[in-house]
């Protein structure tokens, strides 16, 4: 697999020579794909410095880019013959595997899983990574193996920032349960959460199901994420009876309102956390809940999810 990078204007691109974006790739899984660098400035290759350091990830679309990723390639040997960079592509076995049974019951020697894919680099030392352009990665021969390479995780510097303006979603597959022994402990709604940069704006929603121990038992629902964000401003509403809601508006802090409402219905609830945050570090915004009652379980339950869109 060869890729070609245009360092200054950041783009994957078709060709040597040619500044025209690269929007899709494939690859073959097994032992490991390898990829080739060539390197362009102003459309003209360049033999790169020996002082680079790079990170192709791909994962689907959506998730924690913080958590491990689905194909990695990140220990390059550079060919002094040819100036190019190579790299082996490690796959993540369980995760790939797990991915496949959801789209196909049996076997298939002809399947494909396709991934979001981005290369990162930055010259060795340096705290910035650079990273181009979302593309498609198709990966082909997809059979559930046993043999592969499992990458390890990468930070969120060395993967996939989320693409400008397109919508991603994050799903929960597990319930979460706060019966909390102290009354109204927020607690962090396990993997409901969604990667942030710091100085980009986003909007997000997420969208709860859950459930109360007690109809005498409320609720309350926030967000936290990384510190001192440069601009935040959300609501929330959930349900307090079959009737009425609880509304929370003009929300400019982590972990408010500071105290749950008074009822629930035992099932059938939903939660609704909505806004805007530019925050000044690179980390996570986190759905947060609480139970009213002491060892009264609030669960929140599976398919609770996140949609959330990078605007700039």
């Known amino acids: ?95 790939l595997n797990a991915l496949l049974k959801i789209a196909h019951a049996t076997e298939s020697e002809n399947e494909y899983i396709d991934l979001d894919a981005q290369l990162a680099w930055r010259t060795s030392n340096t705290t910035t990574w650079w990273r181009t352009q979302l593309v498609t990665f198709r990966l082909h021969n997809s059979v559930w193996r046993g043999n592969e390479t499992d990458p390890t995780s990468g930070t969120a510097e060395e993967s996939i920032a989320s693409a400008a303006k397109s919508p991603q979603f994050l799903v929960i597959d597990a319930d979460v349960v706060n ?41 309350r629902f926030s967000i936290t994420g990384p510190a001192s964000p440069t601009y935040l401003a959300y609501r929330s509403d959930y349900t307090l009876t079959a009737a009425t809601r609880t509304t929370n508006e003009g929300l400019g802090a982590y972990d408010l309102p500071g105290s749950a409402n008074a009822t629930s219905l035992t099932t059938g609830n939903i939660a609704i956390i909505e806004g805007f945050i530019r925050p000044s570090a690179d980390g996570v915004v986190t759905a947060r809940f609480a139970s009213e009652l002491a060892n009264t379980a609030i669960t929140v339950k599976a398919g609770a999810c996140v949609q959330f869109t990078k605007l700039d």
């Open 179 to 219: 019966n909390n022994a102290t009354a109204n402990t927020i607690a962090d709604i396990t993997d409901l959460e969604f990667p942030v940069q710091s100085g980009a704006r986003y909007h997000f929603r997420f969208s709860i199901p859950y459930t109360s121990a007690s109809t005498a038992n409320g609720a």
């Open 1 to 95: 697999m060869l890729l070609i990078l245009d360092r200054k204007h950041q783009l994957l691109v078709l060709s040597e020579g040619m500044l025209s974006p690269q929007t899709f790739i494939e690859g073959r899984r097994g032992d490991g794909e390898n990829i080739e660098l060539v390197f362009l400035d102003e459309g003209a290759a360049v033999t790169p410095t020996g002082l680079e350091e790079f990170r192709f990830v791909a994962k689907p679309q959506g998730e924690d880019w913080d958590s491990a990723a689905h194909a990695l390639a990140s220990t390059w040997v550079r060919n002094t013959s040819t100036g190019r960079y190579q790299a082996r592509v490690n796959y993540n076995t369980t995760l």
